[in-house]
């Protein structure tokens, strides 16, 4: 089913009532768009921001039903809902990105060969369907390497480094079967790129962002990137690239490594707005959540263009919550935090994004000095017993 351009007040469709769905209907109301959530938890973060929500699931054939009858347009914030779910919605209102995009990006097996098979570099890799294949994956990679789930990953999850023999014999009868083994990669650091698209073929990229995570979450994400200006680009390219083979329509989130040798391995994509984004709401004109909108929407897309240096720190359970009056008694810090009634260990409660003039980010790599000098204090209170 073909999109065309939505005008002012139409309904926009967003599966997901998380924090991404609430910060792309703030988009979409700023572009005159009106947003319905679908939600399967009560009380989602999105509500807030929403026209409308209806709390129900997935997979239930009635409620999706009426959920396209009553939108323009629908897309998603996050990966792990039902492709089938998603086909049903195709075939009575336009999704994007497309099921099929999502299906791939759900499936570490198709995602790598997908990669794989449009010459995108990745890490060596191979499916380990059941525990007779791990003999199988250590003759390949050797050690260490890493078991990933195939489904249901992310924040760290569902990941398990194999360092020996020993670690495999202590695991082996109590992995996630179907895993796939992924060679260790000696990367220098980690790196992502938004890419939008829309059905006009228009692509736009952000600035190559450089990331740093703390036990498997995203702590720190600095834009841009400190690399070589001509890495920058070819990032730029390769998520370009991506974006037009998988025919993506919306904004998509590709996370890549840079190995010590300095060349550049795509590790996954994340057809959605992405973690990684968040400093684009304080540094640019259009921020990722409104490039998404109007790539679904069918609007044109403009220069990303950003205005300053920035770098973003999530505010991430307990500790994230005891930093908020920190933030707000601090000149020259954003916060955006993101409506959950619950604060638990691990969860993503907010972000801060603090920016700097083009040229000016500080290192060394780690904590941005303006965070260290703004949250210190804080930091500390945060951490006693």
């Known amino acids: ?49 929403a026209h409308r929500v209806t709390i129900g699931a997935y997979d239930d054939e009635a409620v999706l039903r009426a959920f396209a009858q009553s939108v323009s347009a629908i897309t998603f914030e996050f990966e ?33 060969s997908f990669l794989g098979d449009h010459d ?3 890490a060596d890799w191979v499916s ?12 390949s990679l050797g050690f260490p390497f890493i078991l990933k789930t195939t489904r249901f990953g992310y924040d760290g999850k569902g990941q398990f480094r194999i360092a020996d023999q020993a670690a495999i014999d202590a695991l082996a009868a109590n992995l996630p079967y179907p895993l796939i ?3 260790f990669v000696d990367f220098e650091r980690e790196l992502s790129v938004m890419v939008a698209r829309n059905e006009a073929g228009e692509i736009r990229c952000f600035s190559t962002t450089e990331n740093q995570h703390r036990d498997g979450i995203l702590d720190y ?21 991506i974006a037009t083979t998988i025919g993506l329509v919306g904004i998509m989130g590709v996370e890549m490594f840079v190995s010590a040798r300095g060349a550049l391995l795509v590790n996954e994509i994340a057809p959605r707005p992405h973690n990684s984004g968040h400093w684009t709401m304080d540094a640019c004109l259009i921020d990722q959540f409104e490039m998404h909108i109007r790539a679904v929407a069918g609007l044109p897309l403009p220069d990303p263009f950003r205005h ?7 505010l991430i359970g307990f500790e994230g919550v005891g930093l908020c009056d920190a933030v707000l008694a601090q000149p020259g810090l954003a916060l955006h935090l993101y409506g959950k009634h619950e604060t638990r260990a691990g969860r993503k409660m907010g972000h801060v994004n603090a920016l700097f003039p083009l040229g000016a980010l500080p290192g060394p790599y780690g904590i941005a000095a303006r965070f260290d000098q703004a949250l210190k204090p804080a930091l500390e209170i ?3 017993p």
């Open 1 to 49: 089913m073909s999109l065309t351009t939505l005008a002012p007040g139409a309904t926009i469709g967003i599966i997901g009532g998380g924090q991404l769905g609430r910060m792309s209907a703030m988009a979409a109301a700023r572009l005159g768009y009106h947003v319905h959530v679908l939600s399967a938890e009560p009380d989602p973060p999105a509500q807030d921001t």
């Open 80 to 112: 792990n809902i039902s492709a089938s779910g998603l086909d049903l919605l195709a075939s009575l209102c336009p999704v994007h990105p497309a099921g099929s995009i999502l299906a791939i990006s759900q499936d570490r097996i198709l995602e790598k």
């Open 120 to 122: 995108i570099p990745v």
């Open 128 to 139: 380990v369907p059941d525990r007779d294949a791990l003999p199988e994956a250590v003759a």
């Open 181 to 183: 083994a992924e060679g």
């Open 221 to 241: 994400s600095l834009a841009p990137a400190r690399i070589p200006v001509a890495l920058a680009e070819e990032a730029q390219r390769l998520a370009a690239h």
């Open 308 to 314: 300053s240096d920035a770098a973003m720190k999530n």
């Open 382 to 384: 945060a951490q006693e």
